[in-house]
């Protein structure tokens, strides 16, 4: 988590990225909740005539995909595959249960 460089998030303010992915499954299992996995769905909406959302084109789509199912394998992947390898290595060798993967949009509004 501490070699994370974060990033400038989707709404312009820093992001840390200090709760990736793993931490969350870690938690929700901690917690004794069950995980919704929202992936990208290639489409970005503003709410601002002034700064469109910038979707992916149609052509761009596989690789919009192909993060969703990559972080599928990551998440419900046995040790066998490229992802749940990876999983077993950052420490959680076991697949997580996953019932539910939500497609989602970025939204954006500008101030």
């Given at each position: 988590?501490?070699?994370?460089?974060?990033?400038?998030?989707?709404?312009d303010y820093f992001n840390t990225?200090?709760?990736?992915?793993?931490?969350?499954?870690?938690?929700?299992?901690?917690?004794?909740?069950?995980?919704?996995?929202?992936?990208?769905?290639?489409?970005?909406?503003?709410?601002?005539?002034?700064?469109?959302?910038?979707?992916?084109?149609?052509?761009?789509?596989?690789?919009?995909?192909?993060?969703?199912?990559?972080?599928?394998e990551y998440v419900t992947g046995?040790?066998?595959?490229?992802?749940?390898?990876?999983?077993?290595?950052?420490?959680?060798?076991?697949?997580?249960?996953?019932?539910?993967?939500?497609?989602?949009?970025?939204?954006?509004?500008?101030?």
């Amino acid at each position: 988590m501490t070699e994370r460089p974060g990033r400038i998030g989707n709404w312009d303010y820093f992001n840390t990225d200090g709760l990736g992915l793993l931490e969350f499954l870690e938690w929700c299992e901690d917690m004794d909740m069950e995980a919704v996995l929202a992936v990208y769905a290639g489409y970005s909406i503003s709410l601002s005539v002034y700064a469109p959302g910038q979707s992916y084109p149609p052509d761009a789509m596989p690789g919009v995909l192909q993060e969703a199912l990559d972080m599928l394998e990551y998440v419900t992947g046995n040790t066998s595959t490229y992802w749940g390898a990876k999983r077993a290595q950052h420490g959680h060798p076991e697949p997580f249960t996953l019932k539910s993967v939500s497609p989602v949009s970025i939204w954006k509004t500008l101030s």
